[in-house]
C-alpha cells in the first residue's frame, strides 16, 4: 500500500465550480498535513497547513482533515482560470511524503 | 515575504561529471531539506538537514551525493559522479522550526547528457 495516495485526474471544471480534492494515507505517524499547489516548472507553493482533525478555511480555500479515516480534503470555493494548475497533498513525519499531485483546469 | 533562491535554474551536465546545486534558504530557518522530483513523478525527499549535520536521508541519498552548509548562508547538494537517473528537478527547502510547514525554492533543473 503507497504511503499517501492522491488521484493524479485531470480535473476540468468550469469557473466558478467548486474543486474538490482529496488524499488517503496509510502511516497514523503523519502529524502535520499540508496542500501544495505547483504551476509548470515551479516549487510546491504553500496554500494550507493544518494539524489537527477538522477544518481550516483561508479565503476560497477550506481544508479537511479526518485523521480516523486518515483522509483529508482540499475544496476551491468560486474556482477562477489561475486556479489552474497541479495540486499536491503532502504529510510530515520530520519529512515530507507527497501525492502524485491532481491536474486541475478551471476552464473560463 | 522571504524566499527560498535556488541556483541555477537549469544545469546541464555530461554523465559521471560532479555538479553542485545551490540553495539560499529563508534566513530565521533552521531545518532544510533536498527534494526531487523525476518528470512526471512524486516529489521524493532525499535529505534533511539541522544543526550542520544531515538528520535523515532517504534510500535515494547514496554515497554519491553530499550536503553541507558552508557559510551560514547557503545550502548546497552534491552529486559527484552524476548518472543518467539523476535527471530531475531538485528543490531546496526550509523550515523554521518542527512545528511550522516547509517553504520550497522553484528548484533546480538537472539534465545529464
Known amino acids: 500500500q503507497k504511503e499517501v495516495e492522491q488521484d493524479p485526474g485531470p480535473l476540468s471544471v468550469p469557473e466558478g465550480a467548486i474543486v474538490s480534492l482529496n488524499c488517503t494515507y496509510s502511516n497514523s505517524a503523519f502529524q502535520y498535513f499540508m496542500w501544495y499547489r505547483q504551476y509548470s516548472r515551479k516549487g510546491p507553493e504553500l496554500l494550507m497547513y493544518?494539524?489537527?482533525?477538522g477544518n481550516k478555511e483561508d479565503g476560497r480555500f477550506t481544508a479537511q482533515v479526518d485523521k480516523s479515516s486518515k483522509y483529508i480534503s482540499l475544496f476551491i470555493r468560486d474556482s477562477q482560470p489561475s486556479d489552474s494548475a497541479t495540486y499536491l497533498c503532502?504529510?510530515?513525519?520530520?519529512?515530507?511524503?507527497f501525492g502524485a499531485g491532481t491536474t486541475v483546469t478551471v476552464r473560463a | 515575504e522571504p524566499e527560498v533562491t535556488q541556483t541555477p535554474s537549469h544545469q546541464v551536465t555530461q554523465m559521471g561529471q560532479e555538479v553542485i546545486l545551490r540553495c539560499v534558504p529563508i534566513?530565521?530557518?533552521?531545518?532544510f531539506y533536498w527534494y526531487r522530483q523525476i518528470l512526471g513523478q512524486k516529489v521524493e525527499f532525499l535529505v534533511s538537514f539541522y544543526n550542520n549535520e544531515i538528520s535523515e536521508k532517504s534510500e535515494i541519498f547514496d554515497d554519491q551525493f553530499s550536503v553541507e552548509r558552508p557559510d551560514g548562508s547557503n545550502f548546497t547538494l552534491k552529486i559527484r559522479s552524476t548518472k543518467l537517473e539523476d535527471s530531475a528537478m531538485y528543490f531546496c527547502a526550509g523550515q523554521g522550526s518542527r512545528d511550522q510547514p516547509q517553504h520550497f525554492g522553484d528548484g533546480t533543473r538537472l539534465s545529464i547528457l
Open positions: 534566513s530565521n530557518h533552521l531545518y
Open positions: 503532502a504529510m510530515d513525519d520530520y519529512k515530507l511524503s
Open positions: 493544518t494539524y489537527s482533525s
